[in-house]
């Protein structure tokens, strides 16, 4: 069973993706940036809520 702090992490880090890719594609550095940013945000969230899953199964 996921937890929404794994949903929002994964989406997060797929918007992440999208604004990587989109900056790259328009050349536009701070796009890119953002979206590498919301890319490690999303991944630490989502391990966060994988710990979290774990903890609560114990």
């Keep these: 069973m996921t937890n929404e702090d794994q949903v929002k992490g994964r989406a997060t880090t797929a918007k992440g993706k999208i ?6 594609l328009v050349g536009n550095k701070d796009l890119e ?26």
């Design 19 to 24: 604004k990587e890719g989109a900056g790259k």
């Design 33 to 58: 940036a953002e979206g590498k940013l919301d890319q490690v945000g999303g991944k630490v969230r989502s391990k966060y809520g994988d710990v979290k899953e774990d903890l609560s199964k114990k």
